[in-house]
Structure formats: structure tokens, C-alpha cells
């Protein structure tokens, strides 16, 4: 996706797009809401507890949409960004070539290995490797040439993006030399202090930078704090 | 041990493309406990890359994504299991219009607003007298 949407990222796949109380993203008209959002939770997140983030920022994405949609026009659509991506997602239909599910499963599989339970550093590097090994596959994922319904086209555009998300989830767990929640790391066993801070990530340009921000603490303490 | 492979009689149209619905048949291996879904999986995966169906379904006859109609009654092909040396004939699921194969627009039915079957356009495969 566009470079200028950046994303929280928690330790495990907790992350996801940074939003506001009004559920904007960095990105202006562009609102997000449920699981693809992330920092709400924290260092872990128990199963079920999206229904917050769905119900509650679901029912905000909205109003907070309509309301945005009310005194605002449409942008004038970047041509030339227009073009290359038009020009990209038609790269995919082509006669010989991976289907894209075999990418998507390697890539899978690496993440699994490396950045499951337990991660160290070795690993970790590795599977940036791996990643990088893969991305240069992209040009040979192919689905066959036709729009309507295409399950193959959009699993290959959903493995293309999926880099960028494996990359980022990669990036922010080998910078953050600690551990907590679902985050294990074998060279820091321990939950320091210091890293009570959520970590943002955000591609410019084919850079992925990492910055951190502090963490808003309500109701519910610390448990080292 | 091998089990004779189930046979499947598949609809396919591409309103895009085709003029007029065909029907293909696949053999699928079987094996204990083999679904509907995933004997199409299978088609899909290893002998027809263009067959299209629902696949983004819960797996466990909730969300009736994969609703389709299996020798001429209304299936949810996750919950449908298949016998060795079994034939079905695999159809969309009757009374909403055709987006691709197996693939309907559940957003439109028939069967509650005569107006919306008027203004539909494209195929539609009609409720048999026979049917359930």
C-alpha cells in the first residue's frame, strides 16, 4: 500500500495500522477499523478480544467517515501513481510462472520457523533473507487472464503486499531487545522498563524506518510500572 | 488400497466470455472423509485453475458461503461429505444470479422480490418443480 500509512506494530502480529481516537490513519480520508488496527491491546491480546475493536471502532470509523465525507471533495488522483499501478497488478497475467499460493506458503512457513514462539536474532536475520530471496520471486507469480471473479489475481496482489507486512513484523521484533507479551526472545528473556513503548513502523520509499512512541496507560496498570 | 475417485459434473459459465453455461467433469481421488469443498480445492488447485467458488467460508456450515446446489438440492459443500465412486452434479446455488461458475450474488434474491428478477440480468438457474 501507499508508503505514507504507517503501522504499529507489537510484538507478535498484534500490530497493525495506527489510527486516532477518530479512527484516521496517517493517511487523510483514509479510516481503518477491527483487526487490520493495532495498539489497542498491548503486548499480548486474548482471543476474542477484537470484538472492542470491531464493534466499538467500527461504529467510530463510521460516524467519524460520514462526518469527514460531508465537507470534503475528491482529491486529485495522482496520474502517474495511477498508472504504475495499473500497470503492476496486470504484471500477474501471464502463461508460465508459480502460482501464488506456493509463494504464500514459503513465506508462511519461514515466518513460522523463525518468528514463532521463541526468536533470536539468527533467526530472525535469516528470515529477512528469506524474505528478500522470495520478494525477487514476485515477477514469477502468474494468474490466469481473466477479471471476473479471479481468486488467483487477488491471492497474488494479497502475497505481493504480504512482503511489506513480514518485513515490518520482522524489523520491529529484532528491535525490540526485550521481552514481553506473546514477544519471546532467547538473548532477552526478561521485560525491561525501558521498552514499555510501542514501536511504529513506516516504508518510505523501499526503507522500512522504526520509531517508538509512549504507551498511554489507563485504567489497567503495569505490571512493572 | 484405492477407493474409486468421486466424479464431479461441474457448472462453469463466464458471462464474460461464454455464450451459454457448459458442464466439466473432474475426477477427484478420494479419501476418508473427503468434503465437497475440498474435492473443489483440489479441482481448482491441480486441474482447473479457472474453476470459481466460494472459499471464504467458516468450514463448519455456519456462514453458508459455500452454498451451492449438489444433484439438484441446496448444499453447503463444507458440511457435505463424499463417498468413494460417488457422481454430483455441482451447480450454483439456484435463484441468484451468476457471477462466475459457482459463484452467485447472494446480495439479490429471486425468490422475495418479483421486481429484482425482472431487472436482473445474465443467467439464472430456475427452482426446479422437483426440487426440495
Known amino acids: 500500500m501507499d508508503s505514507r500509512v504507517y503501522a504499529w506494530r507489537s510484538p507478535l502480529l498484534h500490530g497493525g495500522v495506527k489510527i486516532n481516537e477518530k479512527c484516521e490513519t496517517t493517511l487523510e480520508g483514509l479510516f ?16 476474542g478480544n477484537a470484538l472492542s475493536e470491531t464493534l ?3 461504529a467510530r470509523a463510521g460516524r467519524f467517515a460520514a462526518e469527514h465525507a460531508k465537507d470534503s471533495t475528491f482529491f486529485e488522483a495522482d496520474r502517474e501513481f495511477v498508472d504504475t499501478e495499473f500497470q503492476r497488478v496486470h504484471t500477474f497475467f501471464k502463461d508460465q510462472g508459480v502460482h501464488p499460493w506456493v509463494i504464500r506458503e514459503r513465506l508462511g512457513s519461514l515466518m513460522c520457523a523463525n518468528l514463532g514462539v521463541i526468536r533470536n536474532r539468527e533467526g530472525m536475520e535469516r528470515a529477512l533473507r528469506q524474505i528478500e530471496d522470495l520478494k525477487g520471486q514476485t515477477e514469477d507469480i502468474r494468474a490466469p487472464k481473466f477479471k ?6 487477488i491471492e497474488a ?3 505481493a503486499s504480504m512482503f511489506d507486512v513480514a518485513e515490518m513484523v520482522v524489523r520491529s521484533a529484532l528491535f525490540r531487545e526485550e521481552s514481553r507479551g506473546a514477544h519471546y526472545r532467547e538473548e532477552y528473556p526478561e521485560t525491561r522498563k525501558e521498552w514499555l513503548k510501542h514501536t511504529c513502523v513506516r516504508k518510505q520509499d523501499s526503507k522500512m524506518d522504526l520509531t517508538t512512541r509512549p504507551v498511554v496507560i489507563t485504567k489497567l496498570k503495569c505490571g512493572h510500572e | 488400497m484405492s ?4 466424479v464431479l459434473k461441474i457448472f462453469k459459465f463466464d458471462p464474460d466470455v461464454d455464450y451459454e453455461p457448459k458442464y466439466k467433469t473432474y475426477e477427484v481421488p478420494w479419501r476418508e472423509g473427503l468434503l465437497l469443498l475440498q474435492a473443489l480445492k483440489h479441482v481448482r488447485d491441480q486441474l482447473d485453475e479457472t474453476l470459481a467458488f466460494r472459499d471464504y467460508c467458516c468450514g463448519c456450515a455456519w456462514c453458508m458461503s459455500c452454498l451451492m446446489t449438489v444433484n439438484g438440492k441446496g448444499t453447503q459443500a463444507c458440511s457435505r461429505i463424499l463417498e468413494p465412486g460417488e457422481t454430483l452434479t455441482v451447480e450454483p446455488m439456484r435463484g441468484f444470479p451468476i457471477i462466475r461458475d459457482l459463484v452467485v450474488d447472494f446480495g439479490v ?7 429484482v428478477f425482472k431487472k436482473m440480468e445474465g443467467i439464472i438457474l430456475k427452482k426446479r418443480s422437483d426440487d426440495e
Do not use: I, Q, Y
Not at chain 1, 481503518?32 to 482471543?47: I, K, Y
Not at chain 1, 471476473?148 to 489475481?153: P, V
Not at chain 2, 434474491?109 to 421486481?115: A, F, I, K, L, N
Open chain 2, 3 to 6: 477407493e474409486k475417485p468421486v
Open chain 1, 32 to 47: 481503518a477499523a477491527g483487526e487490520v488496527t493495532g495498539g489497542l491491546h498491548g503486548a499480548n491480546r486474548m482471543g
Open chain 2, 109 to 115: 434474491s429471486v425468490w422475495t422480490d418479483e421486481g
Open chain 1, 56 to 58: 466499538v471502532f467500527g
Open chain 1, 148 to 153: 471476473r471473479f479471479n481468486r488467483l489475481w
Open chain 1, 157 to 159: 496482489l494479497e502475497v
